[in-house]
DNA sequence: AGATAACCGAGACGGTACGTCCCGTCTTTTT
DNA sequence: AAAAAGACGGGACGTACCGTCTCGGTTATCT
């Protein structure tokens, strides 16, 4: 597939496969993405180049494979033994989801999430197979969560029947990506809790 | 001993702008924009690297310049003499927005469109100040033709007095600009339609 | 930590390393020396590589070890059972030697000969320890015959009393392997037969 | 030929061409010629790897070039404004031909001349096409001024009239070639004198 | 007969160099 | 003075091998 053929993966070094990540995320976060090249992610690591390209086909898995880890160690360690991280649901539907969208402004104004975020979101931009990976491994399951809040708000009668929650989600989480990603305004919490009110109640006049 | 600053601008030559220009299009229409290199424009345009070097400070400037005259004649032809191209008003804020969401759809499934706009996209992710200019040049026009209509719409008792509009037509061009970069779900007219409804309604029940 | 010293040879595996002197040769005649990598050898030879590292020290010491192998067998076999292969004494000096120099100028015109000796060669020019062990074990007997054979015929009174053999023999091979190694001029019979005369009877006059 | 098309050669740096030649000689005198990479060269002569590769197809090739202009500038030295460096001719045929095959013996025992030399000459062993372009400019011409010389000694009556004087040479060069080639015995003043001698005088007993 | 070495095949590993592609600068010649 | 052309010093690419290093799996003695 990759190579001539594929390699053992039982023998694999797993102390090479934790540097890579570890410097693979120095670099972006230090340097950026377009000057992390893999000679230095592998020089950084203290690795031989053809180990990277071994287990990996582009620069760009390193990083996924990497901030990956990363986000699943974070999970880890903020859920604390429990299940998965979930959005809260204590009953006020508005200030659950201003809670989550203030927490999502606060990661992506954070440096250690943001620049490796965004080198992938872009290079996934381009490059569909990995851009599907990104979505697949990183993005969904993230915005299931709010499928899954949101489900609840209609069984307590703060959502809509007729709605199909995986669209509605967009209206909360769009708009943020979209200041995120695309530099029009800055990403604060009083926009994000204008998002949640705005989705929830609607742009034209009730009643 | 550089070229030492402030070529004469009144002795460029359009042929070659113009030739640039049409290069880069098509090589990363073609090729991609990773493949895409200075060297393979000039080669394309019948032109000296140099000349590309004195005018612009990157491959990703002259696609974005490029990029910007294309849509501007596109705009010129679709507006067929008029001032600027608008969002209609016929009365029906919701039939118009459909109208422009769907249009906007159809533009990010159309490669010609897709590919050169993906590319500048994902490079401003990366590198703030083209994103600023890219999102100055390019998204807040366009954006800007939002407000106007809800501001139509507000007048007219189509849209909440107590908004800020800015940020409302966030929730319309978000969820677009969402599934159009980060490849979660196809791109649909349906999805357009929905997200006029969702957005203009509210997650919320009515009263 | 290393191999430590010494691995036991009793306990070697003739089967391999007969796989890997064949891969040696085999290689070197199809794709030459430079071509010739210790990984191929062992893939072709169905070995380890650490099976040619552990008894070998380089690549030039495998192909020396083969080819002394082969011309071993080679020498066997056309002595068929008798000692060792000798320069034959007809009483006929210069017709004696022009015989064992055609025969010389022919190995070196078959390419089954010519390819490893040159590699060899080759690399004993380079290599200083290597060209030693060339010449010892497998130069130097070869000419010992012409030095047994010219002493013969200092008996017989067809050679000077005053000479000394082992540079005399020189000005028969020296001119040989002159045109073989530098490329000067074809090898040919006839180049062999004035050779011979030249040397036996000199440039200058007679008399 | 070599790259997609030719480079023009009015275009071509000198002092890059002059830093590469200094630089391949010295690494290859101070390193040897095994370890005397391209890399090594550029990064010795101040120049991009391109530099090499564009003008010459191979590590060899550039040392080669190098060499040649090395003897060439020898040579012009020691004719000092003569026309070219040429054998003596003082009547003494033997005395003349000792004096050369012992400047030779010289040569080929100063490390600046042997090690160059001695990694052409194993590189043409084993490579056609640069050996035959080593024999060709390097070799010949010198071998000629043998041809020569002799030619002058047939008409002293030094010389049999009935010799190829081209094959006669190598009685002389080729014993000296190959004691240095093959590393069988020293090098000496001894040794050329006694080749000398018995080339002229024969191996058998005159008259 | 079981233990225990060593060799053996396989191949991952940290490295070095390869030959290629582009970068952005520069110089030369033409328009 | 701008432009076409392209050589230049430089840096990274992805590949090929180097020689070292485990890792099971077979032998092949030595208790």
Redesign the pocket.
Known sequence: MA???A??ST???D???R?IHDAALALVTEVGYA?T????IAARA??????I???WP??AAVLLEAFLDLTEQAARAAADGAATYEIPDTGDLAADLKLVLRATVDEMNDPAFDLPSRALAAEGIVNAELGAEFARKLLEPQLQLYVKRLRAGQEAGDVRRDLDLRIALELLAGPLAHRWLLRTLPLTHAYADAVADYALYGLAPRG
Chains 1, 2, 3, 4 share one sequence.
């Open positions: 190579d001539s053929r390699p053992d023998r694999r070094s102390r090479s496969r540097a000057k090249t893999v000679e230095g203290g690795v031989g180049k053809q180990t390209y071994r287990w582009s620069k």
